[in-house]
Structure formats: C-alpha cells, structure tokens
C-alpha cells in the first residue's frame, strides 16, 4: 500500500472482511499497541478484534468464526468489548511508551491492565505441548466475547515482568510513527520498526536535509 504505515490490509467477501495485521513487533501486546497507527485506527469493530486475535493464534478457526457470529448477534456486548480492547490498547501504548523513554508508566494504566488480566484468570489453563519433551505452555477455556483480550493482557503482564525484555522495548524514532518493537539487534541501537519503511525513509529524508544544508 502506499502509505508505509498502512499495515492492515482488508480483503472483501460477500459475507465478511477479513484484516491482515502487521505483527512484527517482537510481543503480542506491543503489536496490539500498533493497531493504532499514523494512517488510522485499525481496531474498530469486534470483527477487527477478533480477526487480530485469530492471526495471532490466539483463536483457532472454530472460536473465531464462533465469536464473529456472536458479535453480529449481540452487538452491544460487542461494541462494550471493544471499547475495553481500546482502553487496554491505550494502556499498554502509555505504559512502554513511558518505559521506552525511560520514564515511570502511570499508576491509571497500570489499573487498566490489571483490571482486564484479572478477568483473564479463570479462564487461564496450563496445557502439554505436542512435542515430545515435556513442556507446557499457557492457553484458555471458555468461549466468552472478550477472550481476544485474554492473551493480549497476559502478554503484557509477561514483559512487564521480564526484566531482560523490558529494556529493549523501543518507539520508533520515525518522524510520523508511533510503533513499539522489541530491539532484539545485538547492538541494541536499532531506531526504527521497520528498515524497509521507517528506516529507509528517514535516512532519505536525512540525507535530502544534509544535501539542502550544503
């Protein structure tokens, strides 16, 4: 597309939309902080939720068609949980924003993720994994609307307790973004989210400035 940040792509279908998420961030919860971008707001509608939560294996197939066709049945149950997604995006967006900078997250957002990683945890089950050491990992029961927001609340509480990660959430440095990604560079000095847009397109404009100075 044109605009680099325009990282949700729709496909139309005479019966559903389906997005294609960017989820190069490093973290579940800090590619959720990205559904809001320079090019708009692609976390709008409990469908969008939901096809955010499917991409990211967090539904299989059956419980997303499941709750897709519960949203359009109860739409008001749906429009709450989005508002709820919105406010824990915003959360999770202020909290590793602040930290990014080096700044202390406020005490209010840190409410908003406890507040949604509370309703998480009875619905939180530790399963065997199919591989043939014996390993586990986490996973959920339950087939309630707001079951998107489970993963991506405990995601967030993950790197907020990693402290090894913590310090590697970064803000891209690009004039008109606002992304969070995980410096995984072995250096740590990576600026941008992506090299392929943000990157390119600052060292350009840089350059443009350096070649006008002389």
């Not at 509608?45 to 955010?52: E, K, N, R």
């Not at 309630?144 to 891209?172: F, H, K, Y």
Request: aromatic fraction near 8%; charged fraction near 30%.
């Amino acid at each position: 597309m044109s605009d680099e940040h325009d990282r949700a792509t729709t496909t139309t279908t005479a019966t559903t939309i389906t997005y294609t998420f960017d989820l190069d961030a490093g973290r579940l919860c800090l590619d959720f902080a990205n559904t809001l971008a320079s090019s708009g707001d692609h976390l709008t509608t409990y469908a969008d939720l939901v096809a955010f939560a499917a991409q990211s294996d967090l539904l299989n197939r059956e419980d997303a068609a499941w709750l897709h066709a519960e949203g359009l049945r109860d739409r008001v149950r749906a429009d709450g949980v989005v508002v709820r997604a919105q406010r824990l995006r915003a959360a999770i967006y202020a909290m590793f924003s602040a930290l990014a900078a080096g700044r202390k997250p406020r005490e209010y957002d840190l409410d908003q993720l406890n507040f949604e990683l509370a309703a998480t945890l009875t619905h939180a089950r530790i399963f065997p994994t199919p591989d043939a050491d014996a390993r586990f990992r986490w996973g959920w029961v339950g087939r309630n609307m707001d079951a998107p927001l489970w993963g991506i609340s405990r995601s967030a509480a993950d790197l907020l307790t990693s402290q090894q990660d913590l310090r590697r959430v970064r803000e891209c440095s690009g004039t008109d973004c606002r992304w969070l990604f995980l410096d995984t560079s072995k250096n740590r000095t990576r600026q941008w989210c992506s090299m392929q847009s943000c990157g390119n397109r600052e060292k350009a404009r840089r350059h443009y400035a350096r070649r006008r100075s002389r």
